[in-house]
């Protein structure tokens, strides 16, 4: 009995239809190196070569990888018509691990909006800071994770989905109202009090990595409390406890409404990057694929 797993057919034929391992590692969101060892091995079980190669060769299939690709697409599509059986039946949840931004300004308008295309899809949803989301990604208790922190490259398959802004925030008193018009940045009030998020973070980790890049001391702020939730931060800067750093997105309406005033932290800005990421691992079912797609294309509309 052959040993050949139906990702390797799948790869070979995405391969195949995209004519380019590097296409179909996006398509696939695998890395080129995984795609490459699917139809390697899938070519050793088979011991036939499916795809000439060359350093000036184009992407060819050979006489066989033509017979291979026809009985593989025939045996993928009898895979859809059980995988479609299948979801008519109760469907396993889509597992997400994500941390505090995303979960609060990002993932409601993306599972809504998912929801609309896929009525049957149903989520189950874990949270933590980005550190935690590393962790419930390795222990299995979630199959994505969404994050303000990169993830290992060797242990995770992980894609940038958005640039978040950085910015200091500041109650909406005269003095700030002041600075704001002169036109100072953050850099410029960071001797004030701070209130910091907790320091496995993934905003947190951007901050400190942003000062460390001004040749500024992180460890010599005059911060006076850590918090891990962006609401209760708010709350305490337009009390006047302090300035803080944080996510654009997470302040952006209390922003616009006056509640708060924002600083660039710089003439050029600041930025961090969001992330999906799942394990090297994991092969991702076909739904999840589609839900890491729809991700990756709309959450740039998302985030101004």
């Not at 995209?18 to 190196?33: D, I, M, N, V, W």
């Not at 079980?45 to 291979?68: C, H, K, P, S, Y």
Request: aromatic share 6%; hydrophobic share 40%.
């Amino acid at each position: 009995m052959l040993e050949i797993s139906l990702r390797q057919l799948e790869t070979f034929v995405v391969t195949a239809e995209c004519g380019s391992f590097t296409r179909a590692a996006e398509k696939l969101h695998l890395t080129q190196s995984t795609v490459s060892t699917h139809i390697q091995c899938l070519e050793q079980e088979l011991r036939t070569q499916l795809i000439l190669r060359g350093a000036r060769r184009r992407f060819e299939l050979t006489d066989d990888g033509r017979r291979v690709y026809e009985a593989s697409r025939e045996i993928l599509s009898r895979c859809e018509e059980l995988e479609k059986m299948g979801e008519s039946a109760v469907a396993s949840p889509l597992s997400i691990a994500t941390s505090t931004v995303p979960a609060q300004q990002l993932l409601p308008k993306l599972m809504s909006g998912f929801l609309k295309k896929n009525s049957n899809v149903r989520f189950a949803l874990r949270r933590g800071d980005s550190d935690k989301v590393r962790t419930m990604l390795e222990r299995g208790e979630a199959r994505i994770g969404l994050m303000g922190a990169a993830p290992e490259s060797h242990r995770f398959v992980s894609h940038v989905i958005a640039h978040d802004r950085l910015v200091l925030i500041s109650e909406n008193d005269q003095k700030f109202r002041g600075l704001k018009q002169a036109g100072a940045t953050g850099v410029q009030l960071i001797g004030n009090p701070m209130i910091a998020r907790e320091e496995s973070s993934g905003t947190q980790q951007a901050v400190e990595a942003y000062f460390m890049g001004c040749g500024i001391d992180a460890g010599k702020l005059n911060i006076i409390a850590r918090m891990d939730n962006p609401e209760a931060i708010k709350a305490g800067v337009e009390q006047g406890m302090g300035i803080s750093v944080i996510s654009y997105l997470a302040v952006q309406e209390e922003v616009a409404s006056g509640r708060l005033i924002a600083f660039d932290l710089d003439e050029k800005k600041a930025y961090r990057n969001i992330y999906i990421a799942w394990r090297k691992d994991t092969a991702l079912s076909a739904l999840e694929q589609h839900f890491v797609s729809y991700v990756r294309s709309e959450t740039p509309k998302l985030v101004k």
